[in-house]
């Protein structure tokens, strides 16, 4: 499903990729609450060759604070210039008019400022669900279960991070049509 920029421009068909626990949490501090080995391998084999498009602080938390390798990146930004490996953007719709440049699937991959502001322009979500409540989370995504607009199409069977002892599962969300 395609939608229209606020320009009404044609936007990309967007993917949102996030990882929350049982409140929806994102992080704390400006980091990720938990990073699980195996959901990052997923995160990876899933934007492989895409168009990621993120914001200034998840940017910070990547190792170097350098962008994703054999990926577009797009950072949403207004205090930065140029990136090595990366394309700025200052507003949604530039980087929308970016990521339509390409021929490639587009993910929304952070933060929390970033998915709220790309939520309407989704269609799918692929959400890494932690069966756990973090304490003291501060970044949070709007939880779509409680979203009308959207549904949960399926859910993969409950896996074990062994590191952490929690269990979480890979669920998949459309926008309903
Ligand atoms: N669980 C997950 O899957 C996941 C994934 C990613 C991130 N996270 C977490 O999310 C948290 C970070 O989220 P956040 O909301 O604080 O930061 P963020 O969304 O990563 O970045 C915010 C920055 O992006 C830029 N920005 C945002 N909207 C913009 C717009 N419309 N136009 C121009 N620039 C724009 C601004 O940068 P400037 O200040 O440079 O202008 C802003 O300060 C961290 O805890 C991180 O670990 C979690």
């Not at 992080?27 to 990621?52: A, Q």
């Not at 980087?95 to 970033?114: M, N, T």
């Not at 322009?121 to 409540?133: D, G, P, V």
């Not at 409950?158 to 269990?167: A, G, N, R």
Request: contains cysteine; proline residues 6%.
């Amino acid at each position: 499903m395609s939608l229209s920029t606020a320009n009404g421009e044609l936007a990309p068909p967007l993917t949102l990729i996030a990882a929350v626990d049982q409140n929806w949490a994102l992080g704390r501090d400006g980091k990720l609450l938990l990073p699980i080995r195996t959901d990052l391998r997923h995160f990876r084999c899933l934007t492989l060759n895409s168009v990621v498009i993120l914001g200034r602080k998840t940017l910070d938390t990547f190792p170097g604070g350098r962008p994703l390798a054999k990926r577009v990146n797009i950072i949403l930004s207004q205090s930065l210039g140029h990136i090595d490996g990366a394309q700025t953007a200052g507003s949604v719709d530039a980087a929308l008019r970016l990521a339509a440049q390409y021929d490639k699937p587009c993910f929304i991959i952070g933060g929390a400022s970033v998915y709220r502001q790309f939520l309407p322009y989704c269609s799918r979500a692929e959400i890494t669900r932690i069966e756990y409540s973090f304490p003291e989370a501060d970044a949070f995504l709007p939880d779509l279960d409680q979203d009308e607009d959207w549904q949960q199409i399926s859910c993969s069977a409950p896996y074990l991070d062994t590191d952490s002892k929690l269990s979480f599962c890979f669920c998949h969300y459309v926008r309903k049509s």
